[in-house]
């Protein structure tokens, strides 16, 4: 089977914000504000639902309402892009009550997002076979200068059928989230310098296949659930290409990291694994002398495969944009990266 792509982005393409996990508390909402004007400067339209100013527990909203409104954003003709304002907690909760049947049937849409967003990105995309974006969230568009790779998402979503696109690992990256919530709407504070590694240390590597993936913390959960399709993803739409595995994390140390990988691996999910792409860890300590490089060593050595760590994915800003079931090529070299996405 072939993945389907969504429509390319157009300069007055009308783009859907909704919260699918969590809404914005009042202090924030400049950010909501800011990214709107930024994004309309563009030349892009946008809307924003009912459920992104609210938040009450952690939520949006009631898991109805959130599903109510992402549905009513899918099956509205005029909306090309769905971006979340940011991710959350609990979106793992809508799953049970989203018609699988009737996105399938739909014309693919894009979602692009990331944290508790890659939730919902990964399930939609290995139940229905649509792409989806990991990347850049709303609020982060607040600021008034875009670094390289945020800016990206537009020429990623952009990009049409058959053609490719081509993203670099960044010079530098944000360590600490301190500095942007002091100084709300103004960008990342880009401190410290960007350094691609490989778990054995190779001067150079490369590896093809079909990206999936997204955030370790959230996805974990889905593993043995009614929402669990990576082996019928995998076998239906990567069965010749393989699988390139980008995956981050938020808050986790080095052994939630290995159990949450050995979880996925007993479960199969690394069937037909050409590489793994593992973005810059966030709220991370060793345990002991047990680090990060040990928890992918003991999961994914056996395997025989490239192992890239320290990537631009996830929670340290800032980071490449990945499209769910693109086939693409990664290169690595001293440190730096390139990753070359080809929508067939």
Known sequence: MKIKYPASLKPDSLIGVTAPSSGVEESLHILVDEA????????????????????????????????????????????????????????????????????????????????????????????????????????????????????????????NENEEITQYSSEKYQSSWDKMYSNPANGFYLDSQTKWKTINNEDEVKFSGRLIGGCVSTLQVLVGTPFDNVNNFVNQYCHDEGVIWYLETVGMDAAKIYRALWQMEQNNWFTNIKGVLFGRTSGYKDIGDFTLNDALKDVFESFNIPVILDADVGHTPPQNILVNGAYTTVKYSNGKGSIIMKYI
């Not at 009513?72 to 979340?84: G, N, T």
């Not at 009737?102 to 290995?126: A, H, M, Q, R």
């Open 36 to 159: 709107k004007l930024q994004v309309e400067k563009k030349g892009f339209k946008v809307l924003i639902g009912e459920t992104v100013l609210t938040q009450h527990k952690g939520r949006s909203a009631s898991k109805e309402k959130r599903v109510e409104e992402l549905m009513a954003f899918f099956q509205d003709d005029r909306i090309s892009i769905i971006m979340p304002p940011w991710g959350g907690s609990f979106a793992m909760e809508i799953l049970p009550i989203i018609d699988w049947n009737k996105l399938k049937e739909s014309n693919p849409k894009w979602i692009l997002g990331y944290s508790d967003i890659s939730t919902l990105n990964f399930v939609y995309t290995t139940i229905t076979g649509h792409a989806s974006a990991h990347g850049v969230n709303f609020t982060e568009l607040s600021a008034p200068n875009w670094d390289g790779l945020s800016s990206k998402w537009i020429d990623v979503l952009s990009c």
